[in-house]
C-alpha cells in the first residue's frame, strides 16, 4: 500500500527533502485490531514535531498522522463492537487501559500515554491502518470522511477542555482564544452547543467566519486594545444580566503572550483551561489574578474516547462542523505543510488523502 514515508529529520522544515510517497507492507489485523481503509486523514501539529525530531526524535522511517477516518475492511477475532463496512474514525489516544488513571477515566492521565501517529508509525498517512478496537468509533451517517478525520483530534480537545475540565453550564461568558484555530472554531461551536455567550478573538478577516460559526463578538487579539475591548463587552453583558462583569471561561492554547491578559479578564471563581501554548511557555503571571479571585488554571490534553463520541455525535445532528481549509493527496504533501506552518489563507483544517 502507498504511505507518506519520511526516514532522516528535517530541523530547518525543509519538508520536501525527507518526504516520500512509497510502497510499504500492508497492516494486518491482530486479534484485537480492527483494519481501515483510509478515506481522508489530516494534518496536526505533531506531524511537524515529528519531522524536526523535536521535542521527541520519533521512530524512522516514520510515517505520520493521528486523525483517519474511512471504512473497516477487517476485523481480528477479538473484535465485538465493530463490524466489517462500518463508517470509523480515530480515537488516537492510546492509553495502557490498566492503570490507576485509566480505571478512574482519566486515560488521558495515563503514564503510558501515547499519541497514534505520533509516537508510534505507522499512523493515517497511508492507504491502510490498524488500530486496537478501544481506539476506534463510529462516525453518524451524516458526517463525513473528510469532516470526521478533521475534527478527531481538534474536537476531542476542545470538547475535553470545555465540557470535561471546565464543565461549562448554560449562560455563561467564554473566551475563545484564536477562534480560526483548528480548536478555536470548535471550541466556539461547542461553547454555543452548551447556550453559552461566545467572544472570540481572532484578525479582523476572519472575523466573519467565527460569527457564522455562532461567535457573539469578535475581538482581535493582536490589537493592543483587545483586553479593554473585551472588558467593555463583560461590562455590557453585566448590564443585562446583573451578574457580576468579567469572563467565566477563558480557552486558552496561546500561551505565554495572552496568559496573564486572560487571568484579568476572568471573574471570581472563573476558570482558564489550556491546551497548548503556541507563542511559548514563559508566561509572566500575576499570582494575585489567581490566588486572591479563586481562579482555576486548569491544564487539558486529549480527551477520553467517549467524549470523542459525544462531539461526533453533536457533529452527526448538525451542531459541530469542522471547517476544511485545503485539501491535498500525499504527492503534494510538502506544499500541504507549507500552506500548513504559514497559515496562510487558510481557515480550518487541512485533509490529506492517499
Ligand atoms: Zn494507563
Redesign the pocket.
Known amino acids: 500500500m502507498k504511505a507518506l514515508v519520511y526516514k532522516e529529520y528535517a530541523p530547518n522544515d525543509n519538508f520536501g527533502d525527507i518526504l516520500t510517497v512509497e510502497e510499504i507492507p500492508n497492516p494486518e489485523p491482530q486479534p484485537n485490531e480492527v483494519l481501515i481503509q483510509v478515506k481522508a486523514s489530516a494534518l496536526n501539529y505533531n506531524d511537524v514535531w515529528g519531522m524536526r525530531g523535536n521535542p521527541i526524535p520519533v521512530e524512522l522511517p516514520h510515517t505520520s498522522g493521528s486523525d483517519a477516518a474511512g471504512d473497516v475492511l477487517a476485523v481480528g477475532s477479538e473484535v465485538t463492537s465493530i463490524k466489517v463496512g462500518d463508517r470509523v474514525a480515530v480515537h488516537a489516544n492510546f492509553?495502557?487501559?490498566?492503570?490507576e488513571?485509566?480505571t478512574s477515566g482519566r486515560?488521558y492521565d495515563?503514564?503510558?500515554?501515547m499519541v497514534w501517529g505520533f509516537q508510534t508509525t505507522p499512523g493515517s498517512h497511508a492507504e491502510q491502518v490498524c488500530l486496537p478496537e478501544v481506539n476506534v468509533v463510529k462516525i453518524p451517517d451524516s458526517v463525513s470522511y473528510e469532516q470526521a478525520a478533521a475534527a478527531a483530534m481538534n474536537l476531542l480537545t476542545a470538547w475535553h477542555m470545555l465540557v470535561g475540565r471546565a464543565q461549562i453550564k448554560p449562560g455563561q461568558l467564554v473566551l475563545i482564544m484564536g477562534g480560526r484555530s483548528g480548536v478555536g472554531h470548535l471550541g466556539i461551536q461547542i461553547a454555543k452547543l452548551y447556550n453559552c455567550t461566545v467572544i472570540a478573538t481572532a484578525s479582523p478577516e476572519n472575523a466573519g467566519l467565527c460569527k457564522e460559526l455562532g461567535a457573539d463578538y469578535v475581538v482581535n487579539h493582536r490589537d493592543e486594545g483587545w483586553v479593554k475591548e473585551v472588558r467593555g463587552i463583560c461590562k455590557e453583558i453585566a448590564k443585562q444580566t446583573g451578574g457580576a462583569p468579567g469572563i467565566d471561561v477563558s480557552f486558552d492554547h496561546i500561551g505565554e503572550t495572552h496568559f496573564n491578559a486572560q487571568l484579568s479578564l476572568l471573574k471570581f471563581g472563573g476558570t482558564l483551561v489550556s491546551c497548548g501554548a503556541t507563542t511559548g511557555y514563559d508566561a509572566k503571571i500575576d499570582l494575585r489574578q489567581i490566588f486572591f479571585k479563586g481562579t482555576n488554571v486548569l491544564g487539558s490534553t486529549q480527551g477520553t474516547k467517549a467524549e470523542l463520541e459525544q462531539g461526533l455525535y453533536w457533529m452527526g445532528q448538525g451542531k459541530i462542523k469542522s471547517a476544511i481549509g485545503a485539501e491535498y493527496t500525499f504527492d503534494q504533501a510538502a506544499e500541504a505543510y507549507e500552506q500548513f506552518l504559514s497559515g496562510k489563507g487558510l481557515f480550518g483544517k487541512i485533509i490529506i488523502k492517499p
Open positions: 492509553a495502557c487501559r490498566v492503570c488513571a485509566c486515560e495515563c503514564s503510558k500515554r
